[in-house]
């Protein structure tokens, strides 16, 4: 029976920023990746989305995506940069594998999958959250004879031409979406609080140096402008749709009724489609039979990704509870780096 060192459930952006610093070390890992090719959660998402840094700030460790004639890399730009990435440090991943369940059997892991039964020492957990999109229960909802897409199933505008389409989110994909779907349709967007437009000057680059700087805990250094990981970076379709007057967003709605929505002062407007921008939950499923999630996440050491029930698994890539912007490219480096020196000091203990 093969036993690794350390087994990684997920092969996107999480599971292999963890690889590249396991490389470095004597430790024997294997990478479990549901997809077939590489990409990870950014197969799945639209056609047109763009990245709101540049090259050189939406980059993993060890090696910047190399530069092009675009300023916001592309989804396909950045899936390209990706499959080198892998190439390049040539990761040991199993592809087309999905892990059905975790479960413990004595000081190892026992891995089931659609491929076969896996045995490792350690695990780290890097599914992120892009199998469990999340969608706000509304009353009535049932009643609402309409279509319901979530931002992980949209790719086009093309199935919304000329018909009402409501946009549902207040972040970087409710903005870019609606830019794009009111080209072809009427459009009207909810969002819970008033959108935060970023300045012109200012993208991702600042979210990364916001992220450094809360990171190391040094003053932001552009504080004269409020930066959140949820405000609106003004790409080029942000700054055509403005130029269009269709970024007014208005308060959440009442309930739903069988053609639409009814608003807080009782009127019924009629919709053919609402897309839900609302975000996504951690992606656990593959560790109930562990017994250790509470409310959709589980436990971790302070400061650490480490579970604080079971010492040999950790949590990488699910958000804040498992490092500060451990979901985002520029963030995932810092905390795929302390997990492997974790780890490693979990072997140093246990060998």
């Not at 700030?57 to 892998?86: A, N, V």
């Not at 958000?319 to 985002?328: I, K, Y």
Request: glycine share 8%; charged share 20%; hydrophobic share 35%.
């Amino acid at each position: 029976m093969k036993q690794y060192d350390v087994i990684i459930i997920g092969g996107g952006q999480a599971g292999l920023s963890v690889a590249y610093f396991l490389r470095r070390t004597n430790l024997e890992y294997l990478i479990l990746d549901n997809q077939t090719k590489p990409g990870g959660s950014w197969l799945q998402t639209w056609d047109s989305l763009k990245l709101f840094s540049p090259a050189a700030y939406s980059s993993l460790s060890g090696w910047g995506m190399p530069k092009s004639e675009e300023e916001y890399p592309s989804k396909t730009t950045f899936i390209d940069y990706l499959t080198r990435y892998e190439n390049r440090y040539n990761f040991p991943i199993q592809r087309d594998t999905v892990v059905n369940s975790v479960v413990k059997e004595g000081a190892i892991f026992k891995i089931d999958t659609s491929k076969g039964t896996f045995y490792s020492k350690t695990v780290v957990s890097a599914t992120g959250t892009a199998r469990n999109p999340f969608i706000p229960a509304y009353p009535d909802n049932e009643k609402y004879m309409g279509k319901h897409i979530h931002s992980h199933a949209y790719l086009s505008p093309d199935i919304f031409k000329n018909q009402r389409v409501l946009v549902v989110g207040s972040g970087n994909s409710g903005a870019q979406i609606l830019a794009e779907v009111s080209k072809h349709a009427f459009t009207k967007w909810v969002t819970l609080q008033e959108p935060h437009f970023l300045a012109d000057d200012i993208d991702g680059r600042y979210l990364f140096e916001e992220a450094n700087n809360t990171y190391f805990g040094k003053t932001n250094n552009v504080a004269s402008e409020k930066i959140t990981l949820s405000s609106i970076v003004v790409v080029q379709t942000i700054k055509e749709a403005r130029e269009r007057d269709v970024l007014h967003a208005v308060r959440p709605f009442k309930s739903f009724y069988e053609k639409g929505i009814i608003w807080d002062n009782g009127d019924k407007e009629p919709f053919d489609a609402v897309i839900w921008c609302t975000g996504f939950k951690a992606n656990l499923d593959h560790l109930k039979s562990l017994e250790i999630i509470n409310d959709n996440q589980i436990k971790t050491n302070p400061e650490s990704t480490q579970s604080s029930v079971l010492p040999n698994l950790w949590l990488v890539g699910y958000g804040n509870w498992t490092g500060f912007a451990s979901a985002t490219i520029y963030g995932v480096g810092k905390t795929a780096r302390k997990t492997v020196e974790e780890i490693k000091g979990f072997f140093d203990i246990n060998q």
